[in-house]
């Protein structure tokens, strides 16, 4: 089995990340039996560690458009339906850098705009409240200081969310005069 990962995002601590990249890897090589991998390879469209992945060992990653989560660094997976309606593909993951307490983490899609968990994952609510488009590529988060503002990339915008109940609006456009 192969593992191809097509969004990498190089954040918060890179030591941490590679290890957490490796042990995912190893673990897919090594210990996934046949059964559970796809021929010829699986596609690792976004991974995310939480800010406190030495303490808690939790990866989320998006494989094939599923969510899924390990809290054991990479040894098992549990994938994360509720309340994600899967009409289009997932895209992206931004966890809060105050994941530790807040539990909170985001995830794009392109067709049904952004998902935001406030229990780690356990359920998820659409958050699309002011967007003009929900092709939502890209969502990202302060990897220092998370004080509500998310910022969302889409085909041809870019938008920034504060406390995720009011847009600020449409930020800039992207490609247009």
């Known amino acids: 089995m192969r593992i191809h990962i097509k969004k990498m995002k190089f954040s918060r601590q890179p030591g941490l990340w590679l290890l957490a990249l490796f042990t995912v890897l190893t673990l897919q090589l090594f210990f996934v039996e046949d059964g559970y991998s796809h ?44 309340g994600l309606d ?41 958050v699309n409240r002011g967007l003009n488009s929900q092709n939502i590529g890209h969502v990202f988060i302060s990897s220092t200081h998370y004080d509500g503002t998310v910022l969302a990339a889409g085909a041809k915008a870019v938008y920034i969310k504060r406390k995720m109940a009011v847009t600020i609006g449409l930020k800039s456009s992207i490609g247009q005069k």
Do not use: C, M
């Open 86 to 126: 899967h009409k289009h593909l997932l895209s992206s993951i931004a966890i809060s850098p105050s994941f530790e307490s807040d539990r909170t983490l985001f995830v794009s899609s392109d067709g049904d705009g952004i998902f935001r968990s406030d229990d780690s994952g356990k359920t998820w609510e659409k």
């Open 39 to 82: 021929s010829p390879h699986d596609v690792i469209d976004s991974l995310e560690l939480s800010p406190h992945y030495e303490q808690d060992r939790t990866i989320f990653i998006i494989i094939s458009d599923h969510l899924r989560k390990s809290t054991n660094g990479g040894y098992s997976w549990k994938e994360l339906v509720n």
